[in-house]
């Protein structure tokens, strides 16, 4: 299954970066996932690229992603700084 390419993308804001007051970040199990790419459609930030990998930067660690993978090959793990 191909997925659309995201109607916009990331940008930074006033304040800097979104990821920078990420509490949690998203880990893909790449040998659980599947590839639909619902996780990248279901983001809200545009953080997830086609090839699935998340930039980081850009991420704010809301989940939605975690949450709509129906693989479960998403999880969210506290940010380490």
């Known amino acids: 299954m191909s997925t659309a390419p995201a ?12 990821g920078a007051w990420r509490i949690f ?3 893909i199990d790449k040998d659980a996932c599947n590839a639909c790419g619902l ?4 983001c809200p930030d545009a953080a997830i690229g086609e090839d699935l ?3 980081l ?3 704010k660690g809301c989940g939605i ?3 709509e993978c129906p693989k479960k090959a998403i ?3 506290r940010e380490e700084k």
């Open 65 to 67: 992603c975690a949450h």
């Open 7 to 18: 109607m916009s993308r990331p940008k930074q804001g006033a304040s800097g970066k979104t």
């Open 39 to 42: 996780c990248a459609l279901s």
């Open 75 to 77: 999880s969210m793990k």
């Open 57 to 59: 930067e850009y991420c």
């Open 25 to 27: 970040r998203p880990r």
């Open 53 to 55: 990998e998340i930039d």
